[in-house]
């Protein structure tokens, strides 16, 4: 393979008799083609500067509330990046760092958002929101979104007495969006998409089986 030198957060490459800076998909692909690197885990062009404090702290409170992590962790960027290994001494963050936590994921990897949108029953766009915001913000954010605006709960009644029901289980909705953020190829630079029909709502995100996997390979035990 290619092999790359890193110099102040910037990766270059011999070609022919020159020195070529890899930057963007390129430098992705290189990364995707090593199997003993993951890209994510590679350290951006980004300083701590570009991580944004109050998704830090929403991060160290969730984190704190389900158990998770230390509860002694500071809820400061410099100490939860340096805790998680996202950065390189007290400089460049990696790329994993940046979308989590960075200011604006899609500046960093494009498409890393969620696009929602509401179809009508003959498949015409009625309404959308893109949230361009950081990945560890996007399910409370789309969640919070969906049920306020696009699924709220609805009214069903039991004789004279009216009660609130929601058209899809809360809990079953979120575990299916994280695993689409967790799973999303963000190599393939397209965002995660939730589609709300009047009799559905499916949520899509780049990816594929493993290679040599089949669908029926996923209903056995693996």
Same mark, same amino acid.
């Given at each position: 393979g290619e092999r790359l030198v890193d110099l102040d957060g910037k990766y270059y490459k011999r070609v022919g008799n020159t020195t070529h800076q890899v930057t963007g998909e390129e430098l992705i692909s290189l990364?995707? !083609?090593n199997p003993r690197i993951s890209w994510l885990d590679v350290r951006s062009k980004y300083k701590i500067d570009f991580i !944004? *404090? =109050? %998704?830090?702290e929403h991060f160290v409170k969730a984190g704190k509330g389900a158990k998770r992590i230390p509860k002694d962790i500071k809820? !400061? =960027?410099?100490s939860v990046l340096k805790k998680f290994e996202l950065i390189d001494g007290e400089d460049f963050i990696t790329y994993s760092a940046a979308i989590l936590f960075g200011q604006n994921a899609n500046k960093v990897i494009e498409g890393s958002f969620v696009k929602i949108g509401e179809f009508s029953p003959d498949g015409q766009l009625r309404r959308e929101d893109i949230l361009k915001i950081p990945v560890i913000m996007q399910p409370d954010t789309v969640m919070k979104m969906l049920y306020e605006k696009y699924i709220p709960? %609805? &009214?069903?009644?039991? *004789? =004279?007495?009216r009660y609130s029901v929601n058209r &899809? $289980? $809360?809990e079953a909705v979120r575990e299916t969006l994280v695993n689409a953020i967790i799973h999303k190829r963000y190599d393939a630079f397209e965002p995660i998409t939730v589609? %709300?029909? $009047?009799?559905?709502?499916?949520i899509y995100n780049p990816g594929a089986l493993p290679? *040599?996997?089949t669908v029926e390979d996923l209903k056995e035990e693996h």
């Amino acid at each position: 393979g290619e092999r790359l030198v890193d110099l102040d957060g910037k990766y270059y490459k011999r070609v022919g008799n020159t020195t070529h800076q890899v930057t963007g998909e390129e430098l992705i692909s290189l990364f995707m !083609d090593n199997p003993r690197i993951s890209w994510l885990d590679v350290r951006s062009k980004y300083k701590i500067d570009f991580i !944004d *404090g =109050a %998704v830090i702290e929403h991060f160290v409170k969730a984190g704190k509330g389900a158990k998770r992590i230390p509860k002694d962790i500071k809820n !400061d =960027a410099l100490s939860v990046l340096k805790k998680f290994e996202l950065i390189d001494g007290e400089d460049f963050i990696t790329y994993s760092a940046a979308i989590l936590f960075g200011q604006n994921a899609n500046k960093v990897i494009e498409g890393s958002f969620v696009k929602i949108g509401e179809f009508s029953p003959d498949g015409q766009l009625r309404r959308e929101d893109i949230l361009k915001i950081p990945v560890i913000m996007q399910p409370d954010t789309v969640m919070k979104m969906l049920y306020e605006k696009y699924i709220p709960e %609805v &009214y069903e009644y039991n *004789g =004279a007495r009216r009660y609130s029901v929601n058209r &899809y $289980p $809360p809990e079953a909705v979120r575990e299916t969006l994280v695993n689409a953020i967790i799973h999303k190829r963000y190599d393939a630079f397209e965002p995660i998409t939730v589609r %709300v029909d $009047p009799e559905r709502l499916s949520i899509y995100n780049p990816g594929a089986l493993p290679q *040599g996997w089949t669908v029926e390979d996923l209903k056995e035990e693996h």
